[in-house]
T-cell receptor, first 107, second 114 residues
């Protein structure tokens, strides 16, 4: 069983739609990270959360520590948002990753 | 600062061969972690090095090994390659800032085992 589960695995949206990607975890964590991976393979960190909510441009990330759940929202989606989004949790100094959500935004 | 660099970017090997991948972390970062990424399994932790010492190790067979040099550059080696070792191998350098560990990923080495 994976420590981190993401849903959905694949997501196709029309440009402009509001998108939600979910992440559930089963372990006690120190922090949760949302990562973005583009087709070339490079991974960039979008957010680090230990509580509450963070917003960066059109991206919003929330976490509920009691329910062991986090969501990544994209408002007014755009084709350049097409990527794989990965949820990662840090347990002490080690990371565990979800299998990722592949997002395709159609113009 | 330059980002994390990995060499080579692409590699084709045959079963039974061995391979060595290299990772240069961001200047000043002393921690390097290695990950294997496959379509079915996602990112899986291989090992982490800090100041030339292995700190953590994932659940991979002994064919997978690594080391870190005094300049923080790291190498990982896979011996007796198997078809299932075909994957994207990512390294990440990290540092702690205000109580949080942040990782910076390299572009990866894509290994194909035939």
């Amino acid at each position: 069983k994976n420590e981190v589960e993401q849903s959905p695995q694949n997501l196709t949206a029309q440009e402009g739609e509001f998108i939600t990607i979910n992440c559930s975890y089963s372990v006690g964590i120190s922090a949760l990270h949302w990562l973005q991976q583009h087709p070339g393979g490079g991974i960039v960190s979008l957010f680090m959360l230990s509580s509450g909510k963070k917003k960066h441009g059109r991206l919003i990330a929330t976490i509920n520590i009691q329910e062991k759940h986090s969501s990544l929202h994209i408002t007014a989606s755009h084709p350049r948002d097409s990527a794989v989004y990965i949820c990662a949790v840090r347990v002490r100094d080690q990371f565990y990753f979800g299998t990722g959500t592949s997002l395709t935004v159609i113009p | 600062k330059a980002g994390v660099t990995q060499t080579p970017r692409y590699l084709i090997k045959t079963r039974g061969q061995q391979v060595t991948l290299s990772c240069s972390p961001i200047s000043g970062h002393r921690s390097v972690s290695w990950y294997q990424q496959t379509p079915g399994q996602g990112l899986q932790f291989l090992f982490e090095y800090f100041s030339e010492t292995q700190r953590n190790k994932g659940n991979f067979p002994g064919r997978f090994s690594g080391r870190q040099f005094s300049n923080s550059r790291s190498e990982m080696n896979v011996s007796t390659l198997e078809l299932g070792d075909s994957a994207l191998y990512l390294c990440a350098s990290s540092f702690w800032f205000q109580g949080e560990k942040t990782q910076y990923f390299g572009p990866g080495t894509r290994l194909l085992v035939l």
